[in-house]
């Protein structure tokens, strides 16, 4: 059961666009459309942004979209806020037994 | 209003034991599909196990398999953890969890904090 593989920090300006990756494998990513990706701001339980790779539930903006490819998810954030600045987690679904796996988690810093 | 409200944690010693409770309220616990996630101090979440609406399946991940059981209570809308052997690794911030639709957990408990120390 390896965690999903995230890059620790992005960064990106007011306005800006940035990308977070999540690599998995074809035992994970790669075999389900079943990615979901959540934001955590400190002190603050996980809020559900994405899941089913691209769907936004109730009440999340659009400025939020979620893509995959191969065994790589991606979450994009577009014209980025301030209160965008928080830890974002992807999550997959993993077969039968192991169920769901989580990335390490992304740092973004709205500069 | 859609809730999820988890109480147990607390201060235990290595080898003790701890059972975590989560009430659901707003929605139909007996329909879905729940799940315990934890994050340790400073650290990214872990899926911990899942089950199935009717309870009939669950699943653990590696670290807590053969330690720790998942159960729950439809009647009474609640969700149970029971860690045996805990160990000074399994200190963290439990959340409970909802299976919105085929993937994604939404809501979130607020959590309870388990801490083994001795």
């Known amino acids: 059961q390896s965690a999903l593989t995230q890059p620790r920090s992005v960064s990106g300006s007011p306005g800006q666009s940035v990308t977070i990756s999540c690599t998995g494998s074809s035992d994970d990513v790669g075999a389900y459309n079943l990615v979901s990706w959540y934001q955590q701001h400190p002190g603050k339980a996980p809020k559900l942004m994405i899941y089913d790779v691209s769907k936004w539930p109730s009440g999340v903006p659009d400025r939020f979209s979620g893509s995959k490819s191969g065994n790589t998810a991606s979450l994009t954030i577009s014209g980025l806020q301030a209160e965008d600045e928080a830890d974002y987690y992807c999550c997959s679904h993993a077969g039968s037994y192991t169920h769901w796996v989580f990335g390490g988690g992304t740092k973004l810093t709205v500069l | 209003e859609v809730q999820l409200v988890e109480s147990g944690g607390g201060l235990v010693q290595p080898g003790g034991s701890l059972r975590l409770s989560c009430v659901a309220s707003g929605f139909t616990f007996s329909t879905y599909e729940m799940n315990w996630v934890r994050q340790a101090p400073g650290k990214g979440l872990e899926w911990v196990s899942y089950?199935?609406?009717?309870?009939?399946?669950?699943d653990y991940a590696d670290s807590v398999k053969g330690r720790f059981t998942i159960s729950r209570d439809n009647a009474k809308n609640s969700l149970y953890l029971q860690m045996d052997s805990l160990r000074a690794e399994d200190t963290a911030l439990y959340y409970c969890?909802?299976?919105?639709?085929?993937?994604?957990?939404?809501?979130w408990g607020q959590g309870t904090l388990v801490t083994v120390s001795s």
């Open positions: 969890a909802r299976e919105y639709t085929t993937s994604g957990f939404d809501p």
């Open positions: 089950i199935s609406s009717s309870g009939s399946t669950k």
